[in-house]
């Protein structure tokens, strides 16, 4: 079952003026860089989405099944992007090299979320695209996927296509957990749900892995990591939270739709929360605020990043409060 409010905790509020406007309930897990649980904060065994913070086990399937990509191109697999003109045309690259175009693309045409580049694009007399959508990365590694192993690309997104079965095995791999219930992205991918710790689990296990491991997959998931930490802009976008907390900490963090995050310290310390709400505007500050308070970071470096975060409260014009982890 999906957690509560009464299996949940309070993670941030926003204030304003020093009043308490609103309050973001949710649950939370850190992973000791061992792989043990150090904190739960609410019903962590509880059924959710992860929406898009399970991007980087679906990019590492399509590794797994023979995908050519690296450096940026790999990085893009897993992002959730900002629509620019280098997002578009890195996904564009990937579609060209599986001799593919944008009208393959199964995920919804959208504006960009970037404001300059969806300005420019309305100035140019431009439209919303797949490529723009902040999925088309995953989307195009997905069709390259199919390509290379000569399944249809038609039909990619269906649940019971070859491609999402291997995506779902690998998922069950990582997460430890069988995958039963299965719902629709909002990019038309299928998204599974499973618990809190179980997604923290799988994304400890590809943030720590190592290219010269034994193991091909592990191989492929520090080769992904590598990928991000490298182009950390083309995971959301320059000036962006996880962008920014990948180029300042070196932190592996993906956001997900309806209130997800996680995020691994360089020394292997995991995050993954849920707010209730489904609102993610206060996940950033909670997550690095944890790993703050396990000592995977220092109380300055996270306090300098959070200031260049989206977390002030404004007023009449000025800032009048912020929104702010309690954990």
């Known amino acids: 079952m999906p957690a509560t409010p009464p299996a949940s905790v309070e993670l941030a509020v926003v204030d304003r003026n020093g009043f308490v406007e609103s309050r973001h309930v949710g649950v939370a897990v850190v992973l000791a860089p061992d792989g043990t649980e150090k904190l739960a904060l609410g019903d962590v065994t509880a059924a959710f989405l992860p ?36 997002h578009a045309e890195l996904a564009r690259g990937i579609l060209q ?32 695209s797949p490529l723009r959508m902040n999925c088309s990365g995953k989307h195009a590694a997905m069709l390259l996927t199919c390509v290379a192993n000569g399944w249809s690309t038609a039909d990619y997104l269906d649940p019971q296509h070859p491609l999402q079965v291997h995506i779902r095995e690998v998922l069950e ?108 505007r206060a996940g950033w500050a909670v997550a690095l605020r944890l790993l703050e308070r396990a000592g995977a970071l220092s109380a300055e470096a996270v306090a300098d990043t959070l200031a260049l975060l989206p977390l002030t409260v404004s007023g009449g014009g000025g800032v009048v409060g912020s929104i702010r982890a309690v954990v």
């Open 51 to 86: 929406r898009s913070s399970m991007k980087p086990l679906q990019a590492l399937a399509c590794l797994s099944a023979g995908a050519d990509l690296a450096d940026e191109r790999l990085a893009i697999s897993m992002a959730s992007h900002c629509g620019t003109d280098r």
């Open 97 to 128: 090299s599986a001799g593919l175009t944008e009208d393959d693309l199964g995920c919804p045409a959208a504006w960009p979320t970037d404001t300059a580049s969806r300005d420019e694009l309305v100035r140019d007399h431009g439209a919303p």
């Open 173 to 280: 791999r990582l997460v430890g957990e069988r995958m039963t219930t299965t719902a629709i992205d909002g990019c038309g991918a299928p998204v599974y749900a499973m618990s809190l710790v179980g997604l923290a689990r799988a994304i400890q296990r590809i943030a720590t892995s190592s290219e010269r491991s034994p193991f091909a997959l592990h191989r492929s998931a520090g080769a992904l990591v590598r990928a991000v930490k490298e182009h950390p802009w083309t995971i959301d976008g320059p000036g962006r939270p996880d962008t920014i907390v990948i180029e300042r900490l070196g932190v592996f963090s993906k956001m997900g739709a309806e209130g997800v995050q996680v995020m691994t310290a360089p020394d292997g310390t995991t995050v993954a929360l849920k707010m209730l709400d489904g609102s993610n």
